[in-house]
């Protein structure tokens, strides 16, 4: 084993609380693109903003039409080795916590308890009616949306039917940012895998962590904005990396 695998494996040994939190980064060996790799899906495309979706039947037709373009790619995703790696940290009873901003649904796939993942950027698996909270799913959605062309309104309360993502501009769910800052502040050691940490609120959780006295591991591909206050900072593929850390295929 190479030094890399031993100082993150020693770093997990000597931890009791662990947390991990995940960006788009460790589902693209899932075959997802991430955010800012070059390629990826949202570099060609401009990022609807909330405000904007709110604004127009357009700009949400447009929304729509983008994610239903989307979906064949995430429907085909399945866990990686990386994905794996955490789920067997959590039944292994050290980590606690998967804090992710994505909205993939891949750790719960890999067989993590629903509540032990903490979603802070929301779910694109399903959508809810803005006004009222409905969950709709999208198989509903998608046969009228493709016969009409018309943004879905909500069969309850007529409202503004949206996938269940936080989109920029949108609040961040208050309860699920409780419970991640919570996780956060009582861990002992908080590994962030695959984020460029320069989305907040969410890179302020390893901020908070690390202030809360805890050990911070960061394991990404390129350096990151918080490389500087990290204990250890790895630049390695996270499946390889974690899955020899953690002992799994
Ligand atoms: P990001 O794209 O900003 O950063 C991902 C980081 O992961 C990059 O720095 C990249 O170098 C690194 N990376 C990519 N593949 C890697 C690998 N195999 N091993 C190690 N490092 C790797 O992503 P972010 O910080 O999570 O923020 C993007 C936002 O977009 C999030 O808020 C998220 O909600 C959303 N998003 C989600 C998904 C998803 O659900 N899978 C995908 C794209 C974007
Ligand atoms: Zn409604």
């Not at 050691?189 to 960061?218: C, D, E, N, Q």
Request: aromatic share 6%; glycine share 10%; proline share 6%.
């Amino acid at each position: 084993t190479d030094d890399d695998v031993g100082r993150l494996r020693a770093a997990i040994e000597a931890a009791e609380r662990v947390v991990v939190f995940t960006g788009a980064g460790i589902s693209t060996e899932s075959g997802i693109p991430d955010f800012r790799s070059p390629g990826g899906i949202w570099d060609r495309m401009k990022p609807i903003q909330f405000q904007d979706f709110m604004a127009s039947d357009e700009m949400r037709r447009e929304a729509w039409r983008r994610k239903f373009a989307i979906d064949p790619t995430l429907a085909a995703a399945r866990p990686n080795r990386g994905h794996r790696a955490v789920a067997e940290l959590v039944r292994r009873g050290k980590a606690g916590a998967v804090i992710t901003q994505n909205i993939d649904g891949l750790h719960q796939a890999s067989g993590i308890p629903e509540e032990r993942v903490i979603e802070i950027h929301g779910n694109t698996t399903y959508a809810k009616c803005l006004d009222c909270g409905l969950r709709v799913e999208l198989d509903d959605i998608r046969p009228a949306f493709e016969r009409s062309g018309e943004p879905p309104d909500c069969r309850a309360c007529g409202g503004i039917v949206k996938t269940a993502t936080i989109s920029f501009g949108q609040p961040m769910p208050p309860d699920e940012m409780r419970a991640a800052e919570r996780e956060s502040q009582f861990c002992d050691l908080f590994i962030a895998l695959g984020s460029s940490l320069v989305v907040f609120p969410a890179a302020g959780l390893p901020v908070l962590a690390k202030r809360s006295g805890a050990g911070l591991v960061i394991v990404n591909r390129e350096p990151t904005d918080l490389d500087q206050i990290a204990d250890l900072v790895l630049h390695r593929e996270i499946g390889a990396l974690l899955g020899e850390a953690v002992g799994i295929d």
